[in-house]
């Protein structure tokens, strides 16, 4: 045997056992990943669920989603657009509810404050006819140091409530960009606050993610993007699967109904 066929062999032994190495590491990091995937006692739920949302679930009837927002709803930092948390959202209810129809549009603008999106309702949310309105702010606005805009974030969600749609607000991340500046508190409050009084529900993102440092000891780096402000493909999946699980809580998928070909007469 050549001392040049030896290295070869050697080199692709070398390059098999490191492959099984990083598949062995890999299968180990996504089950850590699939644990890790909670949120704090009380969170998991929506104080005001989409009612009317469910009862369609119940009766079988398609559900369609508008999840408005900045670049969190876009997907910034996701891997792909089907990584984004609009996406892995209609996967998990897909899979959660054999059989019916769901659609979840993407009407995330990256950078966005909430007058912006507000000025986009009637063309991006209400002209669409969705069930549910999925609202997720607060960000850019705490990134420029500008106050929370209480009163025009409560006109917004009155103006979605009249047009017939129910409505979840969804909360900043968690992040280190965000939480350095000063007013993360007031922007979390008056979110939580508007959901409380305008009776629709919170997804509190801030407190699940904030949930995965304190109580998993998750690092930041294992659930946002490197900028340490987007999130990345495994925390949106997690938030998709989160927000599917309060959105069709309690609710089962409708029966399938069997259709019996009558006997042939003899």
């Given at each position: 045997m050549?001392s040049?066929?030896?290295?070869?062999a050697a080199?692709?032994?070398?390059?098999l056992?490191?492959?099984?190495?990083?598949f062995?590491?890999?299968?180990a990091?996504?089950?850590?990943?699939?644990?890790?995937?909670?949120?704090?006692?009380?969170i998991?739920?929506l104080?005001h669920?989409?009612?009317?949302?469910?009862?369609?679930i119940?009766?079988?009837?398609?559900?369609k989603?508008?999840?408005?927002g900045?670049?969190?709803?876009?997907?910034?930092?996701?891997?792909?657009?089907?990584?984004?948390y609009?996406?892995r959202?209609?996967?998990?209810?897909?899979v959660?509810?054999?059989?019916?129809?769901?659609?979840v549009?993407n009407?995330?603008?990256?950078?966005?404050?909430a007058?912006?999106?507000?000025?986009?309702?009637?063309?991006d949310?209400?002209?669409?006819?969705?069930?549910?309105?999925?609202?997720?702010?607060?960000?850019?606005?705490?990134?420029?140091?500008?106050p929370?805009?209480?009163?025009?974030?409560?006109?917004g969600v009155e103006?979605?409530?009249?047009?017939?749609?129910?409505?979840?607000l969804?909360?900043?991340?968690?992040?280190?960009?965000?939480?350095?500046?000063?007013?993360?508190?007031?922007?979390v409050?008056?979110?939580t606050?508007?959901?409380h009084?305008?009776?629709?529900?919170?997804?509190?993102?801030?407190?699940?993610?904030?949930?995965?440092?304190?109580?998993?000891?998750m690092?930041f780096?294992q659930?946002?993007?490197?900028?340490?402000?987007?999130?990345?493909?495994?925390s949106?999946?997690c938030?998709?699967?989160?927000?599917?699980?309060?959105?069709?809580?309690?609710?089962?998928?409708?029966?399938?109904?069997?259709?019996i070909?009558?006997?042939a007469?003899?």
């Open positions: 050549s040049r066929y030896s290295l070869g080199g692709a032994a070398l390059s056992a490191l492959a099984l190495a990083a062995g590491t890999s299968s990091v996504h089950a850590q990943d699939a644990k890790l995937c909670t949120a704090p006692p009380g998991d739920a104080e669920p989409p009612m009317h949302v469910r009862e369609r119940a009766k079988g009837l398609p559900l989603i508008i999840a408005i900045s670049s969190s709803t876009f997907g910034s930092g996701a891997s792909s657009p089907a990584n984004s609009p996406s959202l209609e996967a998990e209810l897909k959660k509810l054999p059989g019916l129809p769901v659609t549009l009407k995330g603008i990256g950078g966005e404050e007058n912006q999106m507000v000025a986009r309702f009637d063309a949310v209400i002209d669409e006819s969705p069930d549910l309105v999925l609202w997720q702010l607060g960000s850019n606005s705490v990134l420029k140091d500008h929370a805009p209480a009163q025009l974030i409560r006109d103006r979605l409530k009249a047009s017939g749609t129910e409505l979840i969804i909360n900043p991340q968690y992040a280190p960009k965000i939480i350095s500046r000063p007013g993360i508190g007031q922007s409050d008056v979110i606050a508007t959901a009084d305008e009776e629709v529900g919170l997804f509190d993102r801030f407190s699940t993610m904030r949930h995965w440092v304190d109580n998993e000891h690092a780096e659930f946002l993007s490197p900028d340490l402000l987007h999130m990345n493909d495994w949106y999946a938030i998709a699967k989160l927000l599917a699980s309060a959105i069709a809580d309690g609710v089962k998928p409708p029966a399938a109904t069997a259709t070909a009558p006997a007469k003899r």
